[in-house]
C-alpha cells in the first residue's frame, strides 16, 4: 500500500469516528460527581468514579487500579472541603500527573461552587478530625446540584472548546429536568417543616436546613469520632424533652447506638443513601435523591 492511499484511509477513519481517542478522560472521587458529569458531559466524556457509592467517604480505602485511572485522567473533579484529604493525597503523588495535580487546570474542586456549613471561625478541634473546614457534605441538598453542573460545565468548555455547544445544550437540558425534580421534592418534604430529628454524623445538614428540619444532635460525640456512654445519657436526656421523629442513619457507620436509642424512645430509625450505590434503589443520581425523599416521606 502507498503512503497516500494510506493516509486517505486513515482519513476516512478520523472522519468517521471523530471521537475514537479523543473522549475526555475524566475522574471523579465520588460516584455522585460522576452522575452529574455524565449529565453535563454526555458523549464528549468517560467518567470514572474511585469511590464506591457503599463506602465511608472519609475513608476510602485506595486499589492499585485508582492510581491507574488517576494517570489516565485529563481532569479530576473532586468534592474538596477535605473530605478527600484522609485519602486522596498520596495517591496524586504516586500517579504524579501533572494535569490533575493541585494547582493545574485539570483539577476541579466542587466545595468552591456552593456556601458551606458550620466553617470554623478559628483553628480549633471544636468539629471533630474529619470536618476540620465545615461539613462537606454539601452535596446532600440537591438544590446544590445545579451551581455544581454548571461549575463542571464551565471546566469542560475550557478544556475542550470544541464542545462548548454540546456542553451548554446538555446544562440547560439538566437544569430544566432538574427543576422540575426539585419543585417535586420541595412539594414532598414541605410537610417535614419544624420536625425534630436526630443524625448519626452529620451527613444530612445541608438538606435538613435547606427544609427547616431541626437537628437535636448527633449520635456520634463529634464528626469521626464515635459516641461515648456519656455522651448518649446526654442525647437521651435532651430526648425526653423534645418530640424527636427520626433518626438518620448512613449505609456504613455501625448503627447500634441508633437502633438502641430508637427501641428506647420509639423513634423511626431511618437508613439514607449518601452517593449514588449506597442502596440498591440509589442507581443514578435521579434516584439517588428520589430515594432519599421517599424514605423520608413514607409511612
Ligand atoms: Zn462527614
Redesign the pocket.
Given at each position: 500500500m502507498n503512503m497516500k492511499k494510506l493516509i486517505l484511509i486513515l482519513a476516512a477513519f478520523a472522519l468517521a469516528f471523530p471521537l475514537i481517542g479523543a473522549k475526555l478522560q475524566v475522574v471523579t472521587t465520588y460516584p455522585y460527581i460522576a452522575g452529574l458529569t455524565e449529565q453535563v458531559g454526555g458523549d464528549r466524556v468517560d467518567v470514572r468514579a474511585l469511590a464506591g457509592g457503599q463506602w465511608d467517604?472519609?475513608t476510602i480505602m485506595a486499589k492499585p487500579s485508582f492510581i491507574a485511572k488517576l494517570r489516565r485522567a485529563d481532569l479530576l473533579i473532586i468534592n474538596g472541603a477535605q473530605?478527600e484529604i484522609g485519602w486522596l493525597p498520596p495517591l496524586l503523588n504516586q500517579a504524579s500527573n501533572p494535569k490533575v495535580n493541585v494547582g493545574a487546570r485539570g483539577l476541579l474542586d466542587l466545595s468552591r461552587s456552593v456556601k458551606m456549613l458550620d466553617v470554623p471561625d478559628n483553628v480549633s478541634r471544636a468539629h471533630g478530625d474529619?470536618?476540620p473546614d465545615g461539613?462537606?457534605?454539601y452535596y446532600l441538598d440537591p438544590h446544590n446540584m445545579l451551581p455544581l453542573a454548571e461549575a463542571i460545565a464551565a471546566k469542560l468548555s475550557e478544556l475542550d472548546g470544541t464542545g462548548v455547544q454540546a456542553y451548554r445544550k446538555n446544562l440547560a437540558d439538566f437544569r430544566v429536568q432538574w427543576n422540575a425534580k426539585l419543585e417535586e421534592w420541595d412539594r414532598r418534604l414541605a410537610d417535614l417543616k419544624g420536625a425534630m430529628v436526630i443524625e448519626y454524623?452529620?451527613?444530612y445538614d445541608y438538606l435538613l436546613r435547606r427544609y427547616g428540619i431541626e437537628l437535636l444532635g448527633t449520635i456520634e460525640l463529634l464528626?469521626?469520632i464515635p459516641p461515648t456512654s456519656r455522651h448518649i445519657q446526654e442525647l437521651e436526656a435532651k430526648i425526653d424533652n423534645a418530640s424527636v421523629r427520626f433518626i438518620l442513619q448512613d449505609v456504613y457507620n455501625p448503627d447500634e447506638a441508633s437502633r438502641h436509642i430508637a427501641t428506647k424512645h420509639h423513634i423511626r430509625l431511618i437508613k439514607l443513601p449518601h452517593d449514588i450505590g449506597a442502596v440498591r434503589e440509589a442507581d443514578g443520581l435521579f434516584s439517588l435523591f428520589e430515594e432519599i425523599i421517599r424514605r423520608l416521606t413514607h409511612d
Open positions: 467517604p472519609h473530605l474529619i470536618h461539613n462537606p457534605h454524623h452529620q451527613n464528626p469521626g
